[in-house]
Nanobody, 119 residues
Framework: QVQLVESGGGLVQAGGSLRLSCAAS????????TGWFRQAPGKEREFLAA????????SYADSVKGRFTISGDNAKNTVSLQMNSLKPEDTADYYC????????????WGQGTQVTVSS
C-alpha cells in the first residue's frame, strides 16, 4: 500500500503564493501517477494537476494552467504543487492522490490540507 501525507496549506492573501507538498511512503514503486485535487465547500472535487511518477509528464486543468506548477522528486518520494497568483476562489481543501495501476483511477488519497485565500 501507499500512504500520502500533504503539508503546506495555510492562509494567504490574494496574489500570494503557497507550496504544497505530498510525501509518499510504503510501496512507492507501485505509483504510476500522482495528482492534486481540491474541493471547496459545497462543490465537487476538482482535478488540478498530475505528474507521471517515472515519466515526469505533466498535465493541468485549464483553471490553474499558468498559475500552478506540479513537480516531483522521486529520490525523496515527494510531489509538490507550487501555487502562484492565488485568488479567493482557490480556497479549498487540497488533496494529493496516487494511481497505482495503469488505466485505473486514483486509488490512494491523502488526508488533505486546507488553503484559504483572503481578499
Amino acid at each position: 500500500q501507499v500512504q500520502l501525507v500533504e503539508s503546506g496549506g495555510g492562509l494567504v492573501q490574494a496574489g500570494g503564493s503557497l507550496r504544497l507538498s505530498c510525501a509518499a511512503s510504503g510501496r512507492t514503486f507501485s505509483i504510476v501517477t500522482t495528482g492534486w485535487f481540491r474541493q471547496a465547500p459545497g462543490k465537487e472535487r476538482e482535478f488540478l494537476a498530475a505528474i507521471g511518477w517515472r515519466s515526469g509528464l505533466r498535465s493541468y486543468a485549464d483553471s490553474v494552467k499558468g498559475r500552478f506548477t506540479i513537480s516531483g522528486d522521486n529520490a525523496k518520494n515527494t510531489v509538490s504543487l507550487q501555487m502562484n497568483s492565488l485568488k479567493p476562489e482557490d480556497t479549498a481543501d487540497y488533496y494529493c492522490a496516487a494511481r497505482t495501476r495503469v488505466g485505473d483511477g486514483y486509488d490512494t488519497w491523502g488526508q488533505g490540507t486546507q488553503v484559504t485565500v483572503s481578499s
